[in-house]
């Protein structure tokens, strides 16, 4: 589903990322880990089309800045983009004539109801706190239900309800079959629901291996995290 083969981005003479190559397939959660400043963010920017980078990066074998690629592509970043002067409903008006969705007002009901955003629907973006920010830009991420969605330190400024609805979220996109990539550098926060984790330090991939494969080695994704890390193997 999303092949990501060869990256290498550099913003001037800062290599973000090194030959990056990783393959996710759909009804899966890949967990993108990696100390702060690995290059998570380059990679999912890279992904989603908004840098150029040299490699190859195709979306069901299509080009990833392609327009069909586009549809199919899903992000949410780490710090939320909001307008100050729309409110709530505007924002997700907006998102849904962008995207020229059909029928999409249930859809928006249910994810700020669920983001427990229904009683903000008037404020204006600069109205809402840190935490309804990060919660409406996961609601804008998810309203055209992307095939691949890619969610970049998702967890951060969430609230506990808000992180387990996120959770569960993600367990339903896995089970109707969407490719799910989530970058964090606080392991706790999905140890529950990956099945592949991908660490990446000094803008290079570590590891890239299944839940199945860690658990052959008896180690935890804890330990696996620092094996890479701190004593430079591949976890091996
Ligand atoms: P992560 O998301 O894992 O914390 P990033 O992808 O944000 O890492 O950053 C990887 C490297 O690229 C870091 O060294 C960071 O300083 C650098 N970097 C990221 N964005 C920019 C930018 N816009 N301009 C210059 N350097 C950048």
Known sequence: MLDVSHVTKKYGKTEACRDVSFHLDPGTVTVLLGPNGAGKSTIMKSIIGFLRYSGTIR??????????????????????????????SEHMEFLARAYRLQNYGGRSEELLERFELTGQKRKFGDELSKGMQQKLSLCLGLLPDPEVILLDEPMIGLDPKAIRELKSMIEEMRASGKTILVSTHIIDTV????????????????????RGELDDTGRSLEELFFKVTEDGSNGK
């Open 59 to 88: 979306v069901n074998g299509l080009d990833n800045r392609s327009l069909e690629a586009r549809r199919i592509l899903g992000y949410v970043p780490e710090l939320p983009f909001l307008y100050p002067n729309l409110t709530v």
């Open 191 to 210: 140890d529950m629901l990956w099945d592949r984790t991908v660490i990446m330090q000094g803008g290079t991939v570590r590891a890239n291996i299944t």
